[in-house]
């Protein structure tokens, strides 16, 4: 029996399962969206309410945030913004946003760590998940507590946005704000800034009722209002809190640092892997279940996947030492 296992025939098996289970996850990653998916899947879980509805004090101790922010790279940048000038948390995010937004044109992924993509940005390259990140980090730089949201048009895959929540201290509530497109949502009649759940739900019951402020001087990243409204309508059910805003931890990790240099398929992947990347925690809504079935059923998948190519790779790691012993 030892020797049929060690067989180049039975060897042959083993490759050639392997092989059909890196084809099979290869399939599900094309396009590049759906990678993204992928990703998306292996993080899923869905929410309840107080998922979403907490203060920054009283966070759920499984969001996970920095322990410590560095100096560098932008404590310098928030001592020029003069932020500490500023008399509230609101302000100062809208200075944060304008300051990254003003030179922005319709980049690509940064592909890089928190220093290069800040240098990017100012360079008007970047995505809006880049600004996301940097803002988190310049907010956290600044003393202030942020969080980042997304939503999708394709069932919780690649194809989406990512936009900012900002903890105001001195009105003690979330305010939103698009930093990549440079706009923010006010209440019509009072002005006032309102946060991701006020907005979604007037998105769908009351758009009238908001106002389309932009940020600063910056390229606004719509045609025009009619086409913002149309754009936040097509994923309107699709929305999710990553879970958590540790992005100096993520830019520290040496997986990240050594994977990013590959690509960031690679590295988000190890993120993943070593625990430092932010879960995805879905708003559920009535209209979305059959999206979080399948992306929950998807995640089911991976991990059988991946517990099979385990699995495999280990039995072929025996068969070839043991071929080796018998030499």
């Not at 899947?41 to 966070?59: C, I, K, M, S, Y």
């Not at 704000?177 to 002005?191: E, G, H, Q």
């Not at 708003?283 to 517990?307: C, H, I, W």
Request: charged share 20%.
């Amino acid at each position: 029996m030892k020797s049929w296992i060690s067989s180049t025939r039975a060897i042959a098996l083993v490759l050639a399962a392997l092989l059909a289970l890196l084809v099979w996850v290869a399939l599900q990653a094309r396009p590049s969206t759906e990678a993204v998916r992928l990703r998306n899947a292996l993080l899923f879980q869905v929410g309840t309410p107080a998922d979403f509805d907490w203060r920054p004090e009283q966070r759920p101790a499984s969001f996970a945030t920095d322990t410590a922010v560095p100096d560098q790279p932008f404590a310098d940048p928030v001592r020029g913004l003069a932020l500490a000038t500023q008399p509230d948390d609101w302000s100062r995010a809208l200075q944060i946003a304008n300051h990254l937004i003003r030179h922005a044109r319709q980049g690509g992924a940064a592909r890089s760590d928190l220093a290069g993509t800040y240098q990017q940005i100012l360079a008007g390259s970047g995505y809006c998940a880049d600004y996301t990140t940097t803002f988190i980090a310049m907010a956290g730089s600044a003393g202030m507590f942020a969080r980042e949201w997304a939503f999708s048009f394709d069932g919780f895959g690649g194809h989406g946005h990512a936009l900012i929540e900002i903890w105001d201290r001195q009105r003690q509530a979330w305010f939103m704000l698009d930093v990549f497109n440079n706009w923010v949502p006010l209440d019509a009649s009072s002005n006032t800034p309102m946060s991701v759940a006020e907005f979604r739900h007037r998105l769908v019951q009351a758009p009238g009722s908001v106002r389309i402020e932009r940020i600063g001087p910056g390229r606004f990243g719509f045609r025009n209002e009619a086409a913002l409204w149309d754009y936040y309508r097509a994923g309107a059910d699709q929305w999710y809190l990553w879970w958590g805003n540790a992005v100096y931890a993520y830019d520290a990790s040496p997986a990240t640092r050594w994977l990013g240099s590959l690509s960031r398929a690679a590295e988000q992947l190890g993120a993943v892997a070593v625990g430092v990347h932010p879960k995805v925690m879905a708003v559920p809504s009535a209209t979305n279940a059959p999206l979080r079935e399948r992306m929950l059923d998807l995640k089911q998948k991976l991990y059988a996947a991946f517990g099979l190519g385990s699995v495999l790779s280990l039995v072929l790691f025996s068969q070839l030492f043991i071929r080796w012993r018998r030499r």
